[in-house]
């Protein structure tokens, strides 16, 4: 089966990490004899928007539209203001892809360090399900008597429709149920007495159907405080935009850091190609130096692996993963002295060396 990937390595450390990403993929394909990668490359992002004034041509979705996922590095650079670089790309993506499961495993892989004191692998096993279209990023608002000291006021408004509440929801509990693990649904219904009170209701509604799944609500500041304190009572987390987006970087934070921080952007309709990238950001003040974790970028090759259908080389690519993290060769940020393209390079050998002869999974 031939793949077409489109590649967007956008800023900062982005262009280094997904090199080594597409080196993990290009492995994978030369190990198995049913797969093969035709990757075209998109030079969109920050040096795109100060040349032309736009992150992405108008017509960028058409032209990614006939690729079977896309591969994302980074965008971000303090040449743009973040409101810019994230409207102006990544947004319109979501959106307009109808990409809305952002799955961002949780996951203490062994040989990566942890903030949490006497904390394992065994404690830190979850996937978080971020509604990923609408909720607090839904764009819409107003800038209201702009210039007035006395009436001049923002309005930024949530949007919590129920089908996009339900789907997201739905998706949660089928996970839930076909990896026979709880799901927590995280909100913030005493205080958003709208959008969080809606949430809920739909929740409780969804939850009569899946009596089978065991289910927990939290409300996201205790959420956030569990984490820390409890993170073993999470497996499948599903949430809104904002919370989701907050939450999961908490969990980058006790999972090894954000270089260890993936995440896939899915149209589970599969009309439209689905985005995989890490959530680390273009880091610019360590961009062009060679020392990025390329972990999360190679890790997010994983997840697009599996969504196409090929579950078993991404646990071949995670495990690849862990036993570098296990052998000691990590980058600066986890405390070794790699180089992004070493570190790229040994889990690729890693894989090749698990994998024996070319094989079809």
């Known amino acids: 089966m031939t793949y077409r990937i489109a590649v967007i390595p956008g800023d900062g450390i982005g262009q280094e990490v997904t090199a080594e990403a597409l080196r993990v993929l290009r492995e994978v394909a030369a190990l198995d004899r049913g797969i093969t990668f035709e990757f075209e490359e998109f030079p969109w992002g920050t040096e795109h928007f100060l040349a032309a004034g736009e992150m992405m041509p108008k017509d960028g979705l058409q032209i990614l539209a006939s690729f079977d996922a896309i591969q994302l ?30 799955l961002r495993p949780v996951r203490l892989l062994p040989g990566a360090p942890t903030v949490l004191a ?68 995280v909100s913030k219904g005493n205080a958003m007495n709208y959008g969080g009170v809606f949430w809920d209701e739909v929740f409780a509604q969804v939850a009569v159907q899946y009596p089978d799944v065991r289910t927990q609500s939290l409300l996201v500041d205790a959420a956030a405080m569990l984490l820390v304190r409890d993170p073993s009572r ?12 907050i ?51 190679i890790w997010s090759a994983a997840l697009l692996l599996d969504h196409l259908g090929h579950g078993k080389w991404a646990e071949r690519v995670v495990e690849a993963i862990e036993r570098t993290l296990s052998a000691g060769v990590t980058s600066p940020d986890l405390g070794g002295s790699a180089t992004t393209e070493e570190v790229g390079r040994l889990v690729a050998r890693e894989l090749g060396a698990t994998s024996g002869k070319r094989v079809q999974a």
């Open 118 to 185: 006497g904390r394992g692998p065994q404690d830190i096993d979850m996937v978080f399900l971020r509604e990923n279209t609408e909720g607090e990023y839904s764009g819409k608002g107003d800038f209201l008597f702009s210039g007035d000291p006395q009436r001049e006021m923002a309005l930024q408004t949530s949007v919590f429709s129920r089908v996009g509440c339900e789907r997201i929801i739905r998706y949660g509990f089928e996970l839930a149920r076909r990896t026979r693990r709880s799901l927590t649904s």
């Open 247 to 297: 939450l999961t970087d908490l969990g980058a934070g006790i999972a090894g850091g954000m270089g260890l921080a993936a995440s896939a952007n899915i149209d589970p309709t599969r009309r439209h190609p689905s985005l995989f990238e890490p959530v680390h950001g273009s880091a610019p003040d360590i961009a062009g130096k060679g020392i990025a974790n390329p972990m999360a970028a």
């Open 73 to 102: 590095g980074a965008v971000g650079d303090p040449r743009v203001p973040d409101h810019l670089t994230l409207w102006g790309l990544l947004l319109p993506i979501r959106q307009g892809f109808g990409q809305y499961v952002n």
């Open 234 to 245: 999470f497996e499948v987390v599903v949430t809104s935009n904002l919370y989701g987006d």
